[in-house]
Nanobody
Framework: QVRLVESGGGLVQAGGSLRLSCAIS????????MGWFRQAPGKEREFVATINWSGAIIRYADSVKGRFTISRVNAKNTVYLQMNSLKPEDTAVYYC?????????????????WGLGTQVTVSS
């Protein structure tokens, strides 16, 4: 069973940084893209960033471009999200997801495995 576990969330002041990690146990049999999504209270889960297997293709939501960096170390079965210049509007539960569909998508439906999420709270 593919399992994704996020860590690294917490409380930080506006302007601060956090680094999220997503550890993948029993990774999918095929190459897979990894994505980060987030969900704020009362809002839909939204795309944040995605990276393909090799790391050559990376996409970001406009709201985080220039502040967040996604990366992965396949040998460690881990994907990271470095978040800098955090804003209160970044407050959400952050989820990592894996896609074996061969796409590097921004839609939830393009991902077939999900973690349980980690809370990020940015105070003003």
């Amino acid at each position: 069973q593919v399992r994704l576990v996020e860590s690294g969330g917490g409380l930080v002041q506006a302007g601060g940084s956090l680094r999220l990690s997503c550890a993948i146990s029993k990774r999918p049999d095929s190459e897979y893209a990894m994505g980060w999504f987030r969900q704020a209270p009362g809002k839909e889960r939204e795309f944040v960033a995605t990276i393909n297997w090799s790391g050559a293709i990376i996409r970001y939501a406009d709201s985080v471009k220039g502040r967040f960096t996604i990366s992965r170390v396949n040998a460690k079965n881990t994907v990271y999200l470095q978040m800098n210049s955090l804003k209160p509007e970044d407050t959400a539960v952050y989820y990592c997801a894996a896609s074996t569909y061969g796409t590097v998508g921004t839609n939830r439906g393009e991902y077939d495995y999900w973690g349980l999420g980690t809370q990020v709270t940015v105070s003003s």
